[in-house]
């Protein structure tokens, strides 16, 4: 009888050691795969990011240029403005 219970008690707590272990396994498994995908992730929006910013700049170059031409066509117009001027008097 006694042998039945020390049975019982050892099987018992291997069930729960087992239980305790596996769960751990399984967790840290589930994790790493989380923090993997996690990982890809932000691989990609750090992609993301770049190309935007690489975006960005060649916006802002051609706003540049086109301030530029603005800039260069408003001179030209009152330039033309003066000459017309100048020819109706």
Same mark, same amino acid.
């Given at each position: 009888m006694d042998n039945i219970v020390i049975t019982a008690i050892f099987s018992f707590i291997s069930?729960?050691?087992?239980?305790?272990?596996?769960?751990?396994?399984?967790?840290?498994?589930?994790?790493?795969i989380v923090l993997e995908n996690m990982k890809g992730v932000i691989e990609v929006y750090t $992609?993301?990011?770049? /190309?935007?910013?690489? +975006?960005? $700049?060649?916006?802002? /170059?051609?706003?540049? +240029?086109?301030k530029s031409c603005i800039n260069k066509l408003e001179v030209e117009l009152q330039q033309f403005k003066k000459q017309m001027k100048q020819t109706q008097e």
């Open positions: 069930t729960i050691v087992g239980y305790m272990v596996g769960s751990r396994k399984n967790n840290a498994e589930t994790d790493r $992609q993301t990011i770049e /190309d935007l910013k690489h +975006e960005v $700049q060649e916006l802002k /170059d051609d706003i540049k +240029e086109y």
